[in-house]
T-cell receptor, first 114, second 113 residues
Framework: AQSVSQHNHHVILSEAASLELGCNYS??????LFWYVQYPGQHLQLLLK??????LVKGIKGFEAEFIKSKFSFNLRKPSVQWSDTAEYFC????????????FGTGTKLQVIP | KAGVTQTPRYLIKTRGQQVTLSCSPI?????VSWYQQTPGQGLQFLFE???????NKGNFPGRFSGRQFSNSRSEMNVSTLELGDSALYLC????????????FGPGTRLTVL
């Protein structure tokens, strides 16, 4: 079955630390990949997405992600986190071929300590 | 442009009852998806509608059903509620079926007692 794995369930960082959240997907075919963020009390919103082309994708608020097809990975990175980045981050994949649903990972809660 | 709206925002029901949740997509969006969000399971896909037709369905029992109207508004219904149905139910809309950026609503928090 198609799946998305996020291995870090809870991450605690100090401000200015670098961030990398892991995401792995299971499907070997064409896949569209997303990172969503849910700030406390707010809606889920799109951080960035990869459909094709340059595997290094830049999103909002200084986030970026790299698609590595050989590793089935789409890790999220930010060089220097801020307290305002405290949120839950979800990786998601939509596998191509017909009408395919979006599959979400279980999420990573990031807590940034001032 | 107004975002995705969901009503009601909070709901308390008892086991055995049924519930209907409503979602109004962003104007012009024709695809609506529903998700169940729980702390242990994350977001789990329920179903996706496009042009009043269910295009995809997740692995949920038949107690979970939905529909979409001609104005793209969608409803989901859960019959014979169980304690485990307590969750945040999220609706997301996108312009087209294969246009993959989804815009999420605030969710309906359902508590089953």
């Amino acid at each position: 079955a198609q799946s998305v794995s996020q291995h870090n369930h809870h991450v605690i960082l100090s401000e200015a630390a670098s961030l990398e959240l892991g995401c792995n997907y299971s499907y070997g075919g064409t896949v569209n990949l997303f990172w969503y963020v849910q700030y406390p009390g707010q809606h889920l919103q799109l951080l960035l997405k990869y459909f094709s082309g340059d595997p290094l994708v830049k999103g909002i608020k200084g986030f970026e992600a790299e698609f590595i097809k050989s590793k089935f990975s789409f890790n999220l990175r930010k060089p220097s986190v801020q307290w305002s980045d405290t949120a839950e981050y979800f990786c998601a994949a939509r596998y191509s071929g017909g009408y395919q649903k979006v599959t979400f990972g279980t999420g990573t809660k990031l807590q940034v300590i001032p | 442009k107004a975002g995705v709206t969901q009503t009601p925002r909070y709901l308390i029901k008892t086991r055995g009852q049924q519930v209907t949740l409503s979602c109004s997509p962003i104007s012009g969006h024709r695809s609506v998806s529903w998700y169940q969000q729980t702390p242990g399971q994350g977001l789990q896909f329920l179903f996706e509608y496009f042009s009043e037709t269910q295009r995809n369905k997740g692995n949920f029992p038949g107690r979970f059903s939905g529909r979409q109207f001609s104005n793209s508004r969608s409803e989901m219904n859960v019959s014979t509620l169980e304690l485990g149905d307590s969750a945040l139910y999220l609706c997301a809309s996108s312009p087209g079926l294969l246009t993959d950026t989804q815009y999420f609503g605030p969710g309906t928090r359902l508590t089953v007692l």
